[in-house]
């Protein structure tokens, strides 16, 4: 079995993450993907202090093994979710949008592990006392920085000398030994836990992903300053058009945005949703269990392994 200084960080049995989806990764998903093996990670997102304390109670009832929570710095709720994990002390906070520094100190009973998209953060995070980064590449869906994953882990790894998880295009085994030999010592896996069997999207979300092919992803949103990757549809077709309209303001299309996650992942709107989904996604083929993918992704890794062996 591959195991590594992330797995002894946190208590697992495989060094793999479950990235935070808003709206996607709740207490049931989290729990099953920590049962299964791995650290399963609640996104608290925009939600308000209490949700996430109620989340965090709910996966304690559904599992015994560590889990994490992501908290948005940015949300207008920070403070009050960043008081809930002091008090629950989860196993992992990870930490987006924002710098974790001000929280540190009252988070001293968790393992404080910051996404990041550059060098200069990651160097940052780890001054702050970090325990590992996220680096997280621009082929993941949700909100994306400007960097691949291929050049942006080994650049982070040759100047922190915390473990280094890496996330974005990585959903077999394949993809688990490249981080591996880019210097990683730990994944992070959003798109593929959509379709665990225990994740609550919308059926509509899984099989939008299910029929995905390799082109069916686009980023949007740079104009705004925050980049979203997600699946093609009518809404993302008008927002790319919004997006290069000189006549419509920068409030006007963040005003059309707004919601468009929750139609997706709550309501299954086709039409008006925004399927956040990263480029791989045309790799999956079929739901599973959170314990079989994660079981599956490490066993292609060890064959990964004997291949190279035989060259």
């Known amino acids: 079995m591959i195991k590594t200084n992330i797995c002894d960080l946190l208590g697992i049995e495989y060094p793999i993450f479950q990235g935070a989806m808003a709206w996607i990764s709740d207490a049931e998903l989290a729990a099953a993907v920590s049962e299964g093996g791995g650290l399963g990670i609640i996104a608290a997102g925009h939600a308000p202090g209490e949700y996430v304390r109620e989340q965090i109670h709910k996966a304690r009832t559904l599992t015994n093994k560590p889990f994490g929570v992501n908290i948005m710095l940015l949300s207008p709720h920070a403070e009050a979710v960043a008081q809930v994990l002091a008090e629950e002390e989860v196993a992992a906070i990870i930490t987006g949008a924002g710098n974790p520094a001000k929280y540190m100190k009252s988070w001293q009973h968790s393992k404080v592990i910051p996404v990041v998209p550059s060098t200069a953060l990651a160097k940052m995070m780890a001054r702050s006392g970090a325990s590992a980064v996220i680096v997280e590449g621009s082929e993941s ?7 691949a994953t291929m050049p942006l882990v080994p650049q982070v790894c040759d100047v922190v000398d915390i473990p280094v998880v890496a996330a974005g295009g990585i ?16 994944v992070q896996v959003g798109t593929r836990f959509i379709l665990a ?48 309209d000189s006549s419509i303001s920068n409030e006007e299309l963040e005003k059309f945005g707004e919601g468009a996650l929750k139609l997706a992942a709550i ?12 480029q791989i996604s045309g790799m999956f083929h079929k739901e599973q269990t959170a314990r079989e993918i994660i079981v599956e992704m490490f066993a292609q890794a060890e064959e990964v392994i004997k291949q190279w062996q035989k060259i």
């Open 141 to 147: 869906g949700g909100h994306i920085g400007e960097l």
């Open 171 to 186: 959903g077999d085994g394949r993809g688990i030994m490249a981080a591996f030999m880019l210097g990683a010592t730990g």
């Open 197 to 244: 069997k225990e994740c609550n999207a919308h059926q509509h979300y899984k099989n939008l992903v299910l029929k995905a092919k390799d082109i069916d992803t686009i980023a949007t949103g740079k104009r705004l300053g925050h980049p979203v990757r997600a699946l093609k549809n009518p809404f993302l077709r008008e927002f790319s058009g919004k997006e290069y």
């Open 267 to 278: 309501d299954g709107d086709l039409a008006n949703g925004c399927f956040m989904a990263g």
